[in-house]
């Protein structure tokens, strides 16, 4: 394969299993279902799913139309978390599995004329989407052969922990009385509170290799590859909108910008690659950004990529707490302008 002629993302194949079988053994019992909402973290959802095809007993996203061009390609069945946005989506009810989040979402599957089987959130600790105890009581009492499960969402986070515990024990409690499937964690609820035996655990930032715990025998699945177009001279040239170059300092040109969901507050961010410090310069502009190099003797002008996160796990958080938000926020952004390699190595 030729190099790639713009800055691009290599997703390791093998990371990602790694982590997957890491969560399976971590979670005992519970089955893992791999979290592909937002385009799979940015890693790519077509691409993650196809690896994990053969492993994975469901996956998981937001909304029907993150994996509409998919449900008939995969083995895997796709399990739409926040629900139908619509009755007219319930037309694919066989073909997914919705979670009902919200009362009416309930009455449009109850007055379905398609017989389908669909999950219940049960609005627990978060005060997010899902049907309070009574809610979904009333709807198992008289309809209990339309659901194949309960979910639940609860915070990695022993704050509430006895919160939690009884939120648990209600919603585990009403499962077992209708003989129902279950899913209560995502996985930093998985790593630090185990699987509570449930049928499933959905796993989300920790498969792709950032667990909230920092575990560093998870291994970050995406590296992203920032490519030099250029050198700039240093003064009297200007770059961007009239900002000067350092006069000691060498600067390249690359081929991402916020157009590709690089954040603009990186412009100022110092980073290390290959021992060489870099910097973002303002302004990162829609396609291209600035890179200055600290020690310009050392840089081989041949070397025609910079990786700016995704060889250890301390990259991306770094750069996260640079920014002040979490690292789902700087993957999730990375759009579909960017190639995506499958095992990319130079």
Known sequence: MTNPARSFLSISRSNLLHNYDLLQKKANSSKIIPVVKANAY???????????????????????????????????????????????????????????????????????????????????????????????????????????????????TDKFSDLVKWACSDFMALANKYDLQTSLMNSEGLLEWGGFNCSFARVGLSLYGYPSNQDPDFLPVMKLFLKKLKKIEPNPQFIGYGLKTLQEKKVFLCSIGYGDGLLPLVAGYKFIYKNIAYEFLKPVMMDLSYIQVDGADLVEDHEKYICLFGETQYQLINLSKYLNIIPYVILTNINRRLDRLIDFNF
């Open 42 to 156: 940015g890693h790519g959802i077509s691409d993650i799913t196809e690896i994990l095809d053969e492993k994975a007993s469901y996956f998981a996203v937001s909304i029907l139309s993150e994996c509409f061009e998919l449900i008939q390609d995969r083995k895997t069945k796709f399990i739409i978390m926040n629900g139908p946005l619509s009755e007219e989506e319930l037309n694919y009810a066989d073909l997914v599995d919705f979670v009902i989040t919200t009362p009416e979402q309930a009455i449009w599957a109850l007055n379905s004329k398609k017989d389908f089987k669909f999950w219940i959130k049960i609005n627990l600790t978060m005060n997010r989407l899902g049907l309070t105890f009574t809610e979904a009581i009333n709807i198992l009492d008289h309809h209990s052969n339309r659901c194949c499960g309960l979910m639940g969402h609860i915070p990695g």
